[in-house]
């Protein structure tokens, strides 16, 4: 569960988000959409840890994880991000970069959770390449596929599409849907696009100007 209480979050003398309050019940799909600018991003950059409150606090599973001042370590809240760039590690080939996100699984359970996300995300000519070898939509893939790896109780997806062609598009997110109501993963889905926004289905929450308004 994700519990946000009374959220502020200042930039200097800007307002980013204003007072936000939700429940976010285990295994629910949240998607929020608003303008640029309206707070959407830096609400999922509070909940996954990476920056901290000015006021209001967040709870997960009903354990403070933030609060003004003060916020867990990313790696301790069971969350999977996709943000608009992908961040996959240059270094490493498609397979090492998702391997990466399964720290304390074992060497068995990674080989069968490698083979379903191959699978899954269609990936399974890539796995050798590095990034820079991968088109914009295979690094999209195979993103998604690191994001999931360790099978996180949390999701946190923002504007995951940006700049694919519509059929892309279309199919990534029908694989997603499939992935997360497969392996009940609490998820939050940011957008722009109303329509994605309706295609991705679930609870719709608008943000504007850092105000929760539906």
């Given at each position: ?191 722009h696009d109303l329509d994605e926004a309706f295609k991705a289905g679930g609870r719709l929450i608008i943000l504007e100007k850092g105000e929760?308004?539906?």
């Open positions: 569960m994700i519990t946000l209480r009374n959220l502020h979050k200042f930039y200097g003398e800007v307002c980013a988000l204003k007072g936000i309050s939700l429940d976010i019940q285990p295994g629910d799909r949240v998607v929020i959409q608003g303008a640029s600018g309206s707070g959407k991003t830096t609400l999922l950059r509070l909940i996954a840890g990476l920056e901290l409150l000015d006021k209001g606090e967040i709870l997960l599973d009903g354990n403070i994880a933030s609060t003004p001042g003060w916020a867990s370590p990313p790696f301790s809240r069971k969350v999977g991000m996709v943000f608009q760039r992908n961040a996959l590690w240059p270094h490493l080939t498609v397979s090492q970069n998702i391997l990466f996100a399964m720290n304390g699984v074992s060497r068995e359970e990674k080989a069968i959770r490698l083979e379903e996300l191959i699978h899954w995300m269609e990936i399974e000519n890539l796995l050798r390449r590095f990034p820079a070898q991968l088109s914009g939509g295979e690094a999209r893939r195979v993103a998604l596929a690191r994001a999931v790896a360790s099978l996180p109780r949390r999701l946190l997806l923002d504007e995951p599409f940006t700049s694919l062609d519509f059929s892309l598009k279309s199919r990534l997110l029908d694989l997603l849907l499939a992935f997360i109501s497969k392996h009940q993963i609490t998820t939050l889905y940011v957008t929760l308004v539906a």
